[in-house]
């Protein structure tokens, strides 16, 4: 079992930055490929990112390529996300998931979830 608390969410304008934090505690969290998605209201639970159990391989949906970073620390087991010039369309509730195994970009993939925290820009 492992256990995930985001954080770092809040409201933001257009262009300014956030950094979302994933905290885990239960397995040892290098044995974790690392994912954040996001769901807006009405719409479906989207991937955003992953990162591998090492952290040497990420791959992000194409819309926060260049304004998105995904990293982790394995000896504070934790994984964030910054987010840079944020747009309105960023708004949503991101998610922080875990999954032993091959990365993956399917949330169906992923065996353990955070609560999510909610990110609104405004425009």
């Known amino acids: 079992q492992v256990q995930l608390v985001e954080s770092g969410g809040g409201l933001v304008q257009a262009g300014g930055s956030l950094r979302l934090s994933c905290a885990a505690s239960?397995?040892?969290?290098?044995?974790?490929?690392m994912c954040w998605f996001r769901q807006a209201p009405g719409k479906e639970r989207e991937f955003v990112v992953f990162?591998?159990?090492?952290?040497?391989?990420?791959t992000y949906v194409d819309s926060v390529k260049g304004r998105c970073i995904i990293s982790r620390d394995n000896a504070k087991n934790t994984v964030y996300l910054q987010m840079n010039s944020l747009k309105p369309e960023a708004t949503a509730v991101y998610y922080c998931?875990?999954?032993?195994?091959?990365?993956?970009?399917?949330?169906?993939?992923?065996?353990?979830w955070g609560q999510g925290t909610q990110v609104t820009v405004s425009s």
């Open positions: 998931a875990a999954k032993i195994g091959p990365s993956s970009t399917r949330a169906l993939s992923y065996d353990y």
């Open positions: 239960g397995r040892t969290f290098s044995s974790f490929v």
């Open positions: 990162i591998s159990k090492s952290g040497g391989v990420t």
